[in-house]
Nanobody
Framework: QVQLVESGGGLVQAGDSLRLSCAASGSTFSMYAMGWFRQSPGKKREFVAHITRFGNIKAYANSVRGRFTISRDNVKNTLYLQMNSLKPEDTAVYYC????????????????WGQGTQVTVPS
């Protein structure tokens, strides 16, 4: 079992950058494929990015490709999401998630979730 804690969210202006972190504990981090998801009020939780256990394969939602970068440090047991050129439509609670199998874009297929961190980009 792994525990996940996100940090790094905040209120920023359009065009700014943020880096989210997700600290993992309680289990061997490299055993898990990891994903970032986000949820806005009234909307379903949606896929943002995922990364394989050793970071060799990454994938992104079309809406963030070219602006966001997912990465991980298996020594520090931490997952990251670098977000550049932020837009108002990026406003959401961002969650990291862990999966004991390979990566997926489907939230229900992830086993463990953090509590989320709010990102707000006013229009």
């Amino acid at each position: 079992q792994v525990q996940l804690v996100e940090s790094g969210g905040g209120l920023v202006q359009a065009g700014d950058s943020l880096r989210l972190s997700c600290a993992a504990s309680g289990s061997t981090f490299s055993m898990y494929a990891m994903g970032w998801f986000r949820q806005s009020p009234g909307k379903k939780r949606e896929f943002v990015a995922h990364i394989t256990r050793f970071g060799n394969i990454k994938a992104y939602a079309n809406s963030v490709r070219g602006r966001f970068t997912i990465s991980r440090d298996n020594v520090k047991n931490t997952l990251y999401l670098q977000m550049n050129s932020l837009k108002p439509e990026d406003t959401a609670v961002y969650y990291c998630a862990a999966r004991g199998l390979e990566v997926s874009t489907i939230p229900d297929e992830y086993d463990y979730w953090g509590q989320g961190t709010q990102v707000t980009v006013p229009s």
